[in-house]
C-alpha cells in the first residue's frame, strides 16, 4: 500500500475531491463522514470510510482508533477538512450557537489531532494539514463565528507547527477562498436554526442585505469561486513537497486578503470590506 491519509469532511466538496485524488495517486485513503449513509456511499466506491462527526467525542476516538488498527498503528497523514459556518452579525449569535460551532471546527479537530500525534511521533514523521479559510486571518462582517474558529485553529497550528519542530512531523494550512461546494446551502440552514433575525435591531440589513446574499449564493457561483480540485493540488504539496509551506492561498481573494494586511493599515482594510 502507498501512504496513508485520514481525511474528514469527506461526504461531498473538498473532501471528497481530496480522498478521490490522493487515492489515484496512491495514497490509502481513510474517508470519514459525519453520517453514516454517507460513509455506505463511499463505501460502495471503493474507499474505507468511517463515520467521524467533530461534534461527537465518542466518533472521534472510535475512527481514530480504527485507522490505526487498520494501518498496524501507523498514519502518514492527517487532512482536517469538516467545518462550517453560522452567518449572521455577532450580536445576534447566541452563544450556544458559538460553542457548537467551535466543537464541529476547533475543538474537535484539535482532539483528533492530539489522538493522531502518538502515532506519528512514534514513526518520527508526519503531516498534518488543516483545511483554514481566507476568513482564518482576515475578519469580515457578518461572518464572526465561522471568522473566530478559524482565527483559534490557525493560531493553534501555528503553535503546533512551532512545538514539534523537533519531531518530524509537519504542519500546514490551506486558506481557501470561495470553493464551489454545499458549503452556502449548508450556512442558510445553520442561519435559519440559530439566527433570530427578525428580532434583531439589524433586522432591515437581514431582509435587505444578507437573507438575498444567502439565496443568491446558493444558485449564482461566487467572485473568483473555484472548484475543490483548486484545494487538493495545495493539498498534494503540503503533503508531498519535502519541505511543505507554512500556508497555501487558495483563490484570488485570498492573496488579495493577504496583500491587503502585509500593505494597508487596519482603518484603510476596514473601509474596504465594509463595502465589499
Given amino acids: 500500500m502507498g501512504k496513508s491519509i485520514l481525511i474528514t469532511g469527506s461526504s461531498s466538496g473538498i473532501g471528497l475531491d481530496a480522498a478521490r485524488s490522493l487515492s489515484n495517486r496512491g495514497w490509502r485513503v481513510f474517508a470519514t463522514c459525519r453520517k453514516q449513509e454517507d460513509c455506505e456511499a463511499l463505501i460502495a466506491e471503493g474507499f474505507e470510510s468511517l463515520r467521524l462527526d467533530y461534534e461527537d467525542t465518542p466518533s472521534i476516538a472510535a475512527a481514530a482508533k480504527e485507522v490505526l488498527r487498520r494501518t498496524g498503528g501507523t498514519l502518514d497523514a492527517l487532512f482536517n477538512n469538516g467545518a462550517y459556518a453560522i452567518p449572521g452579525a455577532v450580536e445576534d449569535l447566541p452563544t450556544d450557537a458559538l460553542r457548537a460551532n467551535f466543537e464541529a471546527n476547533f475543538f474537535g479537530c484539535h482532539e483528533l489531532t492530539r489522538l493522531i500525534i502518538p502515532a506519528m511521533r512514534a514513526q518520527g514523521s508526519g503531516r498534518i494539514v488543516q483545511c483554514s479559510s481566507v476568513l482564518g486571518f482576515s475578519a469580515y462582517p457578518w461572518r464572526g463565528s465561522y471568522v473566530a474558529t478559524k ?22 494550512l490551506i486558506e481557501p477562498g470561495p470553493i464551489d461546494t454545499k458549503f452556502r446551502i449548508n450556512s442558510a440552514i445553520q442561519f435559519e436554526k440559530w439566527i433570530n433575525w427578525e428580532g434583531s435591531a439589524r433586522a432591515d440589513q437581514y431582509r435587505d442585505e444578507l437573507i438575498p446574499r444567502l439565496h443568491a449564493a446558493q444558485k449564482e457561483p461566487a467572485p473568483f469561486e473555484l472548484q475543490p480540485e483548486a484545494v487538493t493540488r495545495k493539498l498534494i504539496h503540503a503533503l508531498e513537497a519535502p519541505r511543505p509551506r507554512a ?7 485570498t492573496y488579495i486578503a493577504g496583500w491587503m494586511n502585509r500593505l494597508l493599515p487596519t482603518r484603510a482594510q476596514d473601509w474596504f470590506k465594509a463595502r465589499s
Fill in 247 to 253: 500556508r497555501y492561498y487558495v483563490t484570488t481573494p
Fill in 151 to 172: 482565527f483559534a485553529l490557525e493560531g493553534l497550528t501555528d503553535t503546533m507547527r512551532l512545538e514539534m519542530r523537533d519531531t518530524g512531523i509537519k504542519f500546514a
